[in-house]
């Protein structure tokens, strides 16, 4: 073989890189690639362009009403609802963990509670989802639902008032 047929098969050859160059600006080409037995070059031209696709922001078009204040209880922070006592004798059940409230099991079934019904301590009142787990909530405390302070599949947080229940309609 002479000289000149192996620098015209090389792949590395400057002056086949040179022309190869000019095509890749004449075409406005990126990148070449080229492999011949073992050999192979791959040019690239200009820096890679990174695409941010923009992003949409949905403005909130829900309001809902501030969670009325919880009392401060001497207890801290537990993983049971807390009752507390409000109006002398009504007590508020409020939420053990931040999650989702569920007033039912499905949505094809009867809610757990529903107002004027009497709970015992073992009764489960509504189910939170957290991180995936459905925990069921009991009253803990004996009487009469008086008032339900959430909506089914509204986002909560821990210590928010859930429901309140009167020991004496029992």
């Known amino acids: ?39 192979r070059i791959r040019l690239c031209r200009g820096a890679d362009e990174v695409v941010l696709a923009p992003r949409a922001t949905v403005p909130d078009t829900t ?37 989702t409230y569920y007033s039912r099991a499905n949505p094809n079934m009867e809610p757990y509670v529903k107002v004027g019904d009497v709970v015992e301590p073992e009764t489960t009142i509504c189910v939170i989802e957290a991180m995936k787990v459905f925990n069921e909530i009991p009253a803990e405390t004996r009487g009469k639902i008086v008032a339900i302070l959430v909506e089914d599949e509204e986002p909560i947080d821990f210590g928010r008032p859930l429901f309140k229940l009167d020991p004496r309609g029992v």
């Open 1 to 39: 073989m002479s000289a000149s047929e192996t620098k015209s098969d090389d792949v590395f050859d400057v002056e086949r890189i040179r022309r190869l160059v000019q095509l890749m600006e004449q075409h406005d080409l990126r990148e070449i690639d080229l492999r011949k037995s073992e050999q």
């Open 63 to 99: 309001t809902r009403p501030p969670a009325p204040p919880v009392p401060a209880t001497g207890a801290g922070r537990t993983t049971e609802p807390a009752a507390t006592a409000v109006d002398d004798h009504l007590t508020v059940i409020t939420s053990p963990m931040v999650g």
